[in-house]
């Protein structure tokens, strides 16, 4: 009997995969086990090993939040490459201000003619750059952010694998306990039946018959008790795991009994290399190399400067101050503005950025390092 829950906590434990008939098309994934008006007391539906797992994928929120960081980054990534072409600052203002006449010449009115009568004053502009040439600044940024994307997509695939291993490791110990159950079950009535003619031999006064084999069958009957409570125990935890990640509340699984998995190994070198190819996290540190060479190559790029085009405009418009049209006249109240031009801007913080660079380079050198341990972790794994 102790073999038998050690047979259960394998199961539990590792998910040894089982072929049945509960391996099936996927139908459309159920979500209850009755309807709103119908009697809850109403036979469970049996649902399958692949409607679970379509139900998992539509219902489980560690998937759903998998799928939105996905969106996230892809998010990232169309920010990297739209918005440094459009870092543009609009600005508007009203106000008043005292009445001023008169010309560059001549004006009866002071400096700060604040005893005169206050008229409206109206102002808006807008200025920003696009950038031309950066020295492969923005090419790392969307390098970085496509690297994202990359690890946020590889990081659903992983969270959907690891998913539906779950759910076939909490089905197949669900099946493994019912099973075991059914066996205990026969046989607990045989060891009862045995014990009930064991006393009456006893009763009977037969030479034949030993006490003590009274004792070692109640020992006997005591541990099939305890082993079937612990099957029971099992398929609780498993009934709520698959409840967990699938939402299904109310179900059975088909009567079908595990049978054995015929399978030819390969050589070990072949599993290693399927693994370092397909595993998604090896993928993920791979987009981390990415992404971190991705900074690397933009701190460098800092020690040159940016290149761009510079745009501005501006108006304003003040009825109570008298408009000078020459444009060698400075107007605080009433002016337009237009400007173009090519601008460069370039951070001097050499040895800030030269730290700086130091430590990227020292950061992709650790997730260099930390990808050759998952690769030989992962070695050892398979």
């Keep these: 009997m102790r073999r038998l829950v050690v047979l259960i906590l394998a199961f539990a434990t590792l998910g040894t995969p089982s072929v049945t008939a509960a391996d099936g098309p996927a139908p459309s994934p159920p979500t209850d086990g009755g309807t709103d008006d119908g009697p809850q007391s109403a036979e469970p539906p049996v649902v399958s090993l ?14 759903k939040a998998a799928h939105h960081r996905v969106t996230a980054a892809n998010a990232r990534l169309s920010e990297a490459r739209w918005s440094p072409y459009f870092q543009f600052t609009a600005n508007a203002a009203f106000g008043v201000a005292p009445e001023q006449t008169g010309s560059p010449i001549f004006s009866r009115d002071s400096q700060l003619p604040v005893d005169n009568a206050w008229r409206p004053v109206v102002g808006m502009g807008i200025e920003g750059a696009i950038p031309l040439w950066t020295f492969g600044k923005l090419s790392a940024l969307r390098d970085a952010a496509g690297a994202g994307v990359d690890a946020a997509k590889e990081g659903e695939d992983l969270s959907e694998s690891k998913l539906i291993l779950d759910v076939r490791r909490a089905y197949f110990g669900l099946e493994l306990a019912l099973d075991i159950q059914q066996m205990l079950d ?3 009535g045989k060891l009862e039946s045995a014990e009930a003619r064991l006393a009456e031999r006893l009763d009977d006064g037969d030479p034949e018959v030993n006490p003590s084999d009274t004792y070692r069958l109640a020992t006997t009957l005591a541990e099939v008790r305890s082993r079937r409570a612990e099957s029971e125990k099992f398929e609780r935890a498993a009934r709520d795991a698959l409840t967990a990640m699938t939402g299904i509340e109310r179900f059975e699984v088909p009567e079908c009994p595990l049978a054995p998995v015929h399978y030819s190994l390969e050589e070990a070198p ?3 290399s399927r693994a370092e190819q ?5 993928k993920m540190i791979k987009a ?3 992404a971190r060479q991705a900074q690397s190559d933009a701190t460098n790029a800092q020690f040159l400067p940016d ?3 510079a745009l501005s405009a501006s108006y304003s418009y003040s009825p109570g101050i008298t408009d000078q049209r020459n444009p060698f006249i400075y107007d605080r109240g009433n002016y337009q503005n237009l400007q173009a031009g090519l601008v460069a801007q370039w951070k001097l913080d050499f040895v800030g950025n030269l730290k700086r660079a130091d430590r990227a380079g020292a950061e992709l050198a650790e997730t260099r390092a930390q990808a050759e341990e998952a690769r030989t972790g992962i ?3 398979v």
Excluded: N, T
């Design 288 to 290: 981390g190399i990415k």
């Design 270 to 272: 072949k599993y290693v």
């Design 186 to 188: 026969e046989g607990q």
């Design 50 to 63: 692949s409607e679970f797992i379509e139900s998992a994928r539509h219902s489980y929120p560690g998937l």
């Design 379 to 381: 070695a050892l794994e």
């Design 278 to 282: 397909f595993r998604p996290e090896l």
């Design 307 to 309: 290149l761009a085009l």
